[in-house]
Nanobody
Framework: QVQLVESGGDSVQAGGSLRLSCAASGYIGSNYEMAWFRQGPGEEREAVAFIDSDGRATVADSVKGRFTASRDAVKNTLYLQMNTLQPGDTAMYYC??????????????????WGQGTQVTVSS
C-alpha cells in the first residue's frame, strides 16, 4: 500500500516562500510519475507540477518562475519550493503518484495515490 504524507503548508503574506514536502512509503514502482496538485475553494483540482522517475520536473505556466519541484529518490520524498507567493496560490496542495502521467492528464484521479493535503494560505 502506498502512503503519501504532505507537510509544510502554512499561512504567509504575499511575497513569502514555503517549501512543501511529500514523504512516500510503501511500494512505488521505479517508473512511477509523481505530481503536485492544488485545489482552491470551489475550484477544480489543478496540476502544479509533474516529476518523472528521472527527477525531471515540469511546472504549470501559472507558477513558472516561482515554483520549483524536485524529487529525492533516496529519501523517497517530493518537494515543492514556492517563492513569491500570491493570494491566488491559496489552496490545499496534494502530492500524488501514478503509473503514468496520462493518469493525471486525463484526470483519472481514482487510478492515482493521493496524500491528505496540506493547506497553503496567502494573505495580501
Amino acid at each position: 500500500q502506498v502512503q503519501l504524507v504532505e507537510s509544510g503548508g502554512d499561512s504567509v503574506q504575499a511575497g513569502g516562500s514555503l517549501r512543501l514536502s511529500c514523504a512516500a512509503s510503501g511500494y512505488i514502482g521505479s517508473n512511477y510519475e509523481m505530481a503536485w496538485f492544488r485545489q482552491g475553494p470551489g475550484e477544480e483540482r489543478e496540476a502544479v507540477a509533474f516529476i518523472d522517475s528521472d527527477g525531471r520536473a515540469t511546472v504549470a505556466d501559472s507558477v513558472k518562475g516561482r515554483f520549483t519541484a524536485s524529487r529525492d529518490a533516496v529519501k523517497n520524498t517530493l518537494y515543492l519550493q514556492m517563492n513569491t507567493l500570491q493570494p491566488g496560490d491559496t489552496a490545499m496542495y496534494y502530492c500524488a503518484a501514478a503509473s503514468s502521467r496520462l493518469v493525471f492528464l486525463t484526470r483519472k484521479f481514482n487510478l492515482a495515490y493521493w496524500g491528505q493535503g496540506t493547506q497553503v494560505t496567502v494573505s495580501s
